[in-house]
C-alpha cells in the first residue's frame, strides 16, 4: 500500500516567487491536513480539508492557501514567498476527521 | 489555545537504559494524544496514540504512555531503549475544541550510546 506521497521532495525557490506542494493521500483516506515544520520546532498546523472542505485553518496568512480535489488528492499554495516560509512541509491523512494521522516524508522547501 | 510541552529537549542513554519523556498539556477538555518518532531522514511514524479507556496505552517497538488526566500528562516510556531508538519524538494533543488540529509539542531529540 502506498503511503502519504507529497511532491516534491525538495525545492528551492526564489523571495517573492509563489510554490504550489502536492499531496496523495492513503487509498480511501479523505481527511488532507498540511503543517510546517520549521528546524528544531514541531510541526505547526496550516489547514486541514475533509471531502473538499476546509475545516480548520492555523495562524498563518493569508499568502497560504490549499484545496482538495474530488480524488482526495491536496495542493497547499504559498504567494509572495518569503525567506521565513523555508521549512519542510507535511502532509498527513485521516481516515475520517479525528482519527489517526499519517504523514508523509513532507517537501523541504528552501527561500533564498 | 491548546500548548504542548515537551521539557526534555534533549536526552541522551546509554544501551538498555530506561526512557521517560515528559509531555504536558493545557486543555482541559476531551483530548486525543499521540506520539510520534522522526527517526534521521525520515517522516513522522505514529508509536502510539490515545482516545479513549484504559489509559496505559502499549505502542509499536516497545513503547507505551500513560496519559494521567489530572496532571494533563502523557508521559512516553520504554524500558530499556536500543541505539535504534535514536530519534526526534514528538508529543501531538488533538482537543474537541480545536477542531482536527494536531497540536505538536516541540520534540526531544533521543541519543542512544552503544
Given amino acids: 500500500d502506498a503511503g502519504v506521497t507529497q511532491s516534491p521532495t525538495h525545492l528551492i525557490k526564489t523571495r517573492g516567487q509563489h510554490v504550489t506542494l502536492r499531496c496523495s493521500p492513503i487509498s480511501g483516506h479523505k481527511s488532507v491536513s498540511w503543517y ?11 489547514f486541514q480539508y475533509y471531502e473538499k472542505e476546509e475545516r480548520g485553518r492555523g495562524n498563518f496568512p493569508d499568502r497560504f492557501s490549499a484545496r482538495q480535489f474530488p480524488n482526495y488528492s491536496s495542493e497547499l499554495n504559498v504567494n509572495a514567498l518569503l525567506l521565513g516560509d523555508s521549512a519542510l512541509y507535511l502532509c498527513a491523512s485521516s481516515l475520517w476527521e479525528g482519527y489517526g494521522y499519517t504523514f508523509g516524508s513532507g517537501t523541504r522547501l528552501t527561500v533564498v | 489555545a491548546q500548548s504542548v510541552s515537551q521539557h526534555n529537549h534533549h536526552v541522551i542513554l546509554s544501551e538498555a537504559a530506561s526512557l521517560e519523556l515528559g509531555c504536558n498539556y493545557s486543555y482541559g477538555g476531551t483530548v486525543n494524544l499521540f506520539w510520534y518518532v522522526q527517526y534521521p531522514g525520515q517522516h513522522l511514524q505514529l508509536l502510539l496514540k490515545y482516545f479513549s479507556g484504559d489509559p496505559l496505552v502499549k505502542g509499536i517497538k516497545g513503547f507505551e504512555a500513560e496519559f494521567i488526566k489530572s496532571k494533563f500528562s502523557f508521559n512516553l516510556r520504554k524500558p530499556s531503549v536500543q541505539w535504534s531508538d535514536t530519534a526526534e519524538y514528538f508529543c501531538a494533543v488533538r482537543d474537541d475544541n480545536a477542531g482536527n488540529m494536531l497540536t505538536f509539542g516541540g520534540g526531544t531529540r533521543l541519543m542512544v550510546k552503544p
Fill in chain 1, 36 to 46: 510546517q515544520q520549521v528546524l528544531g520546532q514541531g510541526p505547526q498546523f496550516i
